[in-house]
Nanobody, 117 residues
Framework: QVQLVESGGGLVQAGGSLRLSCAAS????????MGWYRQAPGKQRELVAT???????NYADSVKGRFTISRDNARNTVYLQMNSLKAEDTALYYC???????????WGQGTQVTVSS
């Protein structure tokens, strides 16, 4: 059974930085597309960034140039470095692991990021 545990969220002032981590277990981590998604109050969950098994990355336009996704297959962990945070980045951030984009995959419980303006 896949388990994803996010950490690193918190309260930060606008312009600040946070680094989210997601530790995976119960899965062949290196074979999974890993992603970060977020959901703000009253809004649908949206893609933030994904990273493939080969290290190719994809970002939402709203975070390009500010966020960086990376993975450490030896530690079964995916990271999201978030810089120049804005109030509109405030959301519950979820980690996702899936074998391909055709599947919904597994989700973590989420970690809250709150950016004060």
């Amino acid at each position: 059974q896949v388990q994803l545990v996010e950490s690193g969220g918190g309260l930060v002032q606008a312009g600040g930085s946070l680094r989210l981590s997601c530790a995976a277990s119960g899965t062949s981590f290196s074979t999974k597309i890993m992603g970060w998604y977020r959901q703000a109050p009253g809004k649908q969950r949206e893609l933030v960034a994904t990273i493939t098994t080969g290290g190719n990355t994809n970002y939402a336009d709203s975070v390009k140039g500010r966020f960086t996704i990376s993975r450490d297959n030896a530690r079964n962990t995916v990271y999201l470095q978030m810089n120049s945070l804005k109030a509109e980045d405030t959301a519950l951030y979820y980690c996702n692991a899936r074998p391909s984009m055709m599947f919904s995959g597994a989700w973590g419980q989420g970690t809250q990021v709150t950016v004060s303006s």
